[in-house]
């Protein structure tokens, strides 16, 4: 099987970004999702889920974003209780892994309460690949048995998509002599290695997602890129399905 799973970051940010995902779910080709539980948008965002149940739903765990789900994590937090910033990582840092292992554990679980059942592990910012976050992140996928977003060197007994492409987002606003090239690179990907993660950020924007996201106006071009009806034409054409991570 050739299986192209087309995955939108940041569901439960806001309703803005919820909204722009499930219609690029229902109108074009996005296949499956990741939810942030700590996010002002999650409970509408799990409403929308359940209303779409074909739609794949994995967990955003989260680290450099708003709060946290657990209120006794200090050593992930800033002195105003929010989580630290993604430079914080950038840098040499410390924190008590054992917090992280809880607050992202709860994260999941969140999502389990919910009525979700999660089908693999992501990161916002994709702090997952930084070590020593990532043996946190592959004990709980190992915990779960969930596959992973395979954008890192990760252990053999972890379970990912053969390929992740990462520059979906970037076709959006291609410049239409360019774009062929682009997609011929996507399907000759999934043809060659069977199975690839497309990321994308599709979404509305509104006052939470401008003032709080460096990715803002860019989610409308991915949005209206799913919805190009070329897409299921040329999929089906070079034999390739849509899908989520359960199909792996």
């Given at each position: 099987m050739k299986l192209l799973i087309v995955n939108a970051d940041d569901f439960g940010y806001c309703p803005a970004i919820n909204l722009g995902i499930i219609e690029s779910f229902q109108q074009g080709i996005l296949s499956s999702t990741t939810i942030m539980a700590g996010m002002p948008g999650f409970n509408q965002a799990v409403k929308l889920a359940k209303e779409n149940p074909k739609l794949g739903v994995g967990v955003h765990l989260t680290l450099t974003c708003q709060k946290p789900v657990l209120k006794n994590v200090p050593s992930l937090v800033e002195s105003d209780g929010n989580f630290h910033k993604i430079g914080f990582y950038?840098?040499?840092?410390?924190?008590?892994?054992?917090?992280?292992?809880?607050?992202?554990?709860?994260?999941?679980?969140?999502?389990?309460?919910?009525?979700?059942?999660?089908?693999?592990?992501?990161?916002?910012?994709?702090?997952?690949?930084?070590k020593p976050l990532t043996s946190v992140f592959e004990d709980l996928a190992a915990e779960y048995d969930l596959p992973v977003r395979g954008n890192y060197d990760q252990s053999d007994n972890i379970k990912i998509a053969n390929r992740f492409y990462s520059t979906f987002d970037n076709l959006g606003r291609d410049k239409e002599i360019w774009k062929p090239y682009d997609i011929h690179n996507l399907v000759e990907d999934v043809e060659t290695f069977g199975s690839v993660e497309a990321m994308c950020h599709p979404g509305y924007l509104d006052s939470f997602i401008l003032e709080g996201s460096s990715l803002t106006v860019n989610r409308t071009y991915t949005m209206k890129e799913l919805k190009d009806p070329r897409y299921p034409k040329l999929f089906e054409q070079a034999g390739i399905q849509l899908g989520t991570y359960c199909d792996l």
């Open positions: 950038e840098q040499d840092f410390s924190l008590e892994l054992e917090e992280l292992y809880q607050e992202w554990k709860a994260q999941i679980e969140k999502v389990i309460a919910s009525g979700i059942i999660p089908d693999h592990l992501d990161s916002h910012h994709h702090v997952h690949t930084i």
